[in-house]
């Protein structure tokens, strides 16, 4: 499995929900749930309609460690779903597939939705976590709070989230960068 990155450049990010909104409303809407929940595909594809309309709050246990996360529904956020989910059932899948009546689209096609839009913009280290490094990186750019989102990603230790979201990496490479040896 390769690592996937953060996409580091909003405007990038912005790009990419553009070409997703103009080619699958449903794409769109992942898209943005993921950069703005933080939470894993896994249990992002698992949403249903009910239980986010009208909802100000998501509350989920995370599939992977077991554990109850609740947070805020973003108002940009908010804003996506509630158009998306207008003419929607209540039991549907958010994320349907349609190929299956009323299942969800699986990891795999949510991958293949993510790494072609990310190659329409030259990146090729994009795939379904990118979506949660993505939320990771902007909100620790624009908070600078490591501990707030150990937190919320549920990590052990400061080190651990700073290498999750890139943060490391984009310090060694300004150090390597800003070496000098010239008078």
């Given at each position: ?80 779903l509630d158009g998306y989910v207008r003419d929607k059932k209540d039991y549907e899948f958010l994320f349907r597939s349609p190929n299956a009546p009323n299942r969800p689209i699986t990891r795999q096609q949510a ?73």
């Amino acid at each position: 499995m390769n690592t996937v990155e953060p996409i580091r450049d909003k405007e990038v990010v912005l790009d990419i929900a553009d070409y997703l909104r103009y080619r699958n409303q449903r794409d769109y809407v992942m898209f943005m749930f993921g950069i703005y929940s933080g939470l894993r595909i896994c249990d992002i594809l698992q949403f249903r309609v009910r239980d986010v309309r009208g909802k100000d709050y998501i509350a989920r246990r995370e599939k992977k460690t077991g554990k109850e996360k609740r947070f805020p529904i973003n108002k940009n956020l908010r804003k996506i779903l509630d158009g998306y989910v207008r003419d929607k059932k209540d039991y549907e899948f958010l994320f349907r597939s349609p190929n299956a009546p009323n299942r969800p689209i699986t990891r795999q096609q949510a991958y293949n939705i993510l790494s072609k839009a990310g190659k329409e913009f030259g990146l090729d280290s994009i795939g379904t976590h990118t979506l949660r490094k993505t939320f990771g990186y902007h909100l620790y750019k624009q908070t600078n709070d490591a501990a707030l989102l150990m937190d919320i990603f549920n990590h052990s230790d400061i080190h651990i989230t700073l290498r999750y979201i890139g943060v490391d990496q984009d310090c060694k490479d300004k150090a390597y960068n800003n070496l000098s040896f010239s008078r």
